[in-house]
Nanobody, 116 residues
Framework: QVQLVESGGGLVQPGGSLRLSCAAS????????MGWYRRAPGKRRDLVAT???????NYADSVKGRFTISRDNAKNTVQLQMNSLKPEDTAVYYC??????????WGQGAQVTVSS
């Protein structure tokens, strides 16, 4: 089992920045990919960004150039730096860890609200 605890998030004005962090514990040696997903009100949960254990990244088109995912394998953490935030980025953001055997683990979610 893997446990994920998120921190960060909150309320920010359009054009502002926020940083999300996620700390993994438990059977961390099984983790391959870590990432962030989000669910806006009334919508499904969608991919935001992922990063492999080797550092390869993947981003949703809607966040490319604005969001940056990073990972510290020594500390078992993953971060999401979000810049130039837009109202449409408002959502609950979930940390995800995927094991080599394709098991998914999820954090509890962090609310991000972009509003003036």
């Amino acid at each position: 089992q893997v446990q994920l605890v998120e921190s960060g998030g909150g309320l920010v004005q359009p054009g502002g920045s926020l940083r999300l962090s996620c700390a993994a514990s438990g059977n961390i040696f099984n983790i391959n990919v870590m990432g962030w997903y989000r669910r806006a009100p009334g919508k499904r949960r969608d991919l935001v960004a992922t990063i492999t254990s080797g550092g390869s990244t993947n981003y949703a088109d809607s966040v490319k150039g604005r969001f940056t995912i990073s990972r510290d394998n020594a500390k078992n953490t993953v971060q999401l730096q979000m810049n130039s935030l837009k109202p449409e980025d408002t959502a609950v953001y979930y940390c995800n860890a995927r094991s080599w055997s394709m098991n998914d683990y999820w954090g509890q979610g962090a609310q991000v609200t972009v509003s003036s």
